[in-house]
């Protein structure tokens, strides 16, 4: 095989298959699309951040930030704050329960047939947003007594909010742990750095995967935009800053729902026409 020359351009040859899974629906009539699953993740990871900064205007503390909270954990366990790291433990486990009642949800819209699982998933997180709301309101007027359940109910929310698209991926994307994604932009600029010097040897097992790299520098930036629009919101209207957070949640849901809501009550009138024949 004849060699490249030094002086021809690097070849990128980015993967023209999404690299997350697409075999699970979104929508009601039909699997998501590329364009419409990085909107999705956009509008996701914005809203993570949102209620992050939530999160640290209500208990200040950053609610999505797991390994944190169990390094937290840790120290104070060795300084013998007990009490200090049941808190930051408690607040793990909640967040661990959040994740596990969305899949749950997830599992058991898909057994009943149900096209709406995602969308499910999130009006009940826009429920506890509510719940959370009015939990602050109780937080500002009445001390430190509400900042406990607070706390939990923030760590279930975020981990209910983060598994609604890593189910959907496969797995791949996280939209409130902005570790693992500059992690992996880390990876895809080393490749780029790599093949922008010509003297460097073609490798064929590694690729410039360029959606993704556009994909997580859509994450991390909507992520950061989110946080700086909740931590104004936050200040500007305090806990009222839910609303449409909790609002938009439930926009994305209603779609599927309401086509499923649709099905079943057609399916009913059915049933009752051929009752009475």
Known sequence: ???????????????????????KPYLHNCE??????RALCGIMAFLAGAINAGGFFAVK?????VS???????????????EGAAVMLAGVLAFLLG?????WTI???KRQRFRSGYGLSMWLESFYLLVFGLLGVALAHYGKIFAPPTLLLLCFIMGMHNTVLTVLSGGVIRSTHMTGTVTDLGIELAKVLYYRRSTNPRLPDVRVNKPKMRLLLLLAAAFLCGGFTGAWGYHRLGYHFTLPVSALLFWFGAGSVGYDVKIRWRMYWRQRKRAKR
């Open 61 to 65: 503390s950053y609610t999505s930030h």
């Open 32 to 37: 998501i699309t590329v364009s419409g699953f």
């Open 107 to 109: 599992l058991w819209a």
């Open 99 to 103: 994740a596990a009642h969305s899949s």
């Open 1 to 23: 095989m004849q060699a490249r020359p030094p002086h021809q351009k690097p070849i990128y040859r980015p993967h023209h298959q999404p690299f997350w899974q697409a075999d």
């Open 68 to 82: 944190g909270a169990m390094s937290g954990a840790a120290d104070a366990a060795f300084l013998g704050d007990w």
